[in-house]
């Protein structure tokens, strides 16, 4: 039997609702939940991906600004920009678009530390991840969120069961580990360029960010494993999964799909994000 197509398009709609209530009770109270999103430089897929969270949360009630600065912006202009956010009290999330075109590049790590760890709704900075480590207070990477609302939506019993996370970044795969294990999955964080299929063989539930078209085929996966795929690679026009959807959905359990799977619930956690910060902040 086929596995169960994780469909993120729905989970995202119903989260979307709950949000909306969740914003107009906040109104009620005085507070509109505000996003501010820092685009440097003309790279028109940021610009694409910028406007779709601004629409987000709009769409949501929430009140949205671009800053859309020029190429030549220099780091002082940026962090003028970035402490003025920090300090505006209509502003509850701030959201700096990565990469950083040119010269801005190496300063990365030094703009995102400079957001104030409350507004940090990408969950990017340093304070946000030491605190998902010893269990306190934190937003998480959307991404990762968005992977456990699904397997939660399929009502996978984390307890006991092996997870395999392939893939290691701050936005995904690190946090994903230890929200997984928080929750009682022995898991093992596997190196993409390491041969990975002994892993995911053995694997209860597999987390794949790896950037690599339909790398992860059938035959790497046990029979019934709940996988979900965070995989975007853009290739010949089209959205490829990192997974081999079409023989993977024939051993799988539960599987998401790409598109429609793990990317539409991604945005709408930033949002979530976004609305747990104005609780936090207030008005
Ligand atoms: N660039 C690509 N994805 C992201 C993201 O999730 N957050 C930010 N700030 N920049 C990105």
Redesign the pocket.
């Known amino acids: 039997m086929p596995a169960v197509r994780i469909n993120g398009k729905e989970m995202a709609a119903e989260v979307r609702a709950a949000l909306t209530k969740e914003v107009e009770e906040l109104k009620k109270k005085g507070i509109t939940p505000g996003m501010a999103t820092v685009l440097v430089g003309g790279a028109e897929d940021?610009a694409v991906?910028v406007r779709n969270k601004g629409k987000n949360c709009e769409a949501v009630g929430g009140y949205a600004e671009l800053h859309h600065l020029s190429e030549d912006t220099t780091i002082e202009e940026l962090m003028g920009l970035i402490d003025r956010l920090n300090k505006d009290e209509k502003i509850h999330g701030i959201?700096?678009?990565?990469?950083l075109p040119g010269e801005l590049d190496k300063y990365e790590k030094q703009v995102m530390n400079s957001i104030d760890p409350d507004k940090d709704i990408?969950a990017?900075h340093p304070m946000n991840l030491g605190n998902l480590m010893i269990g306190d207070q934190c937003y998480l990477g959307?991404t990762a969120n968005a992977c456990v609302k699904m397997l939660e939506n399929v009502n996978v019993d984390f307890k006991g069961k092996h997870a395999v996370v392939v893939g290691w970044s701050i936005?995904i795969g690190k946090p994903v580990t230890m929200m997984l294990f928080e929750r009682g999955c022995a898991v093992t964080l596997v190196h993409p360029d390491e041969d990975f299929a002994p892993y995911t063989k053995q694997a209860d539930i597999i987390i794949t960010e790896l950037g690599k078209p339909k790398a992860i085929t059938g035959e790497m996966i046990k029979p019934g494993a709940v996988v979900i795929d965070t995989g975007s690679n853009w290739i010949d026009g089209k959205t490829i999964g990192d997974v081999d959807y079409d023989s993977a959905v024939e051993v799988a359990g539960c599987i998401t799909p790409v598109p429609g799977g793990v990317g539409p619930m991604r945005i709408i956690m930033l949002i979530y994000n976004l609305v747990e910060a104005a609780k936090r902040l207030g008005g």
């Not at 959201?95 to 990469?99: A, D, E, H, S, T």
Request: charged share 20%; no cysteine.
């Open positions: 940021s991906y959201l700096v678009q990565l990469p990408d990017f959307v936005e």
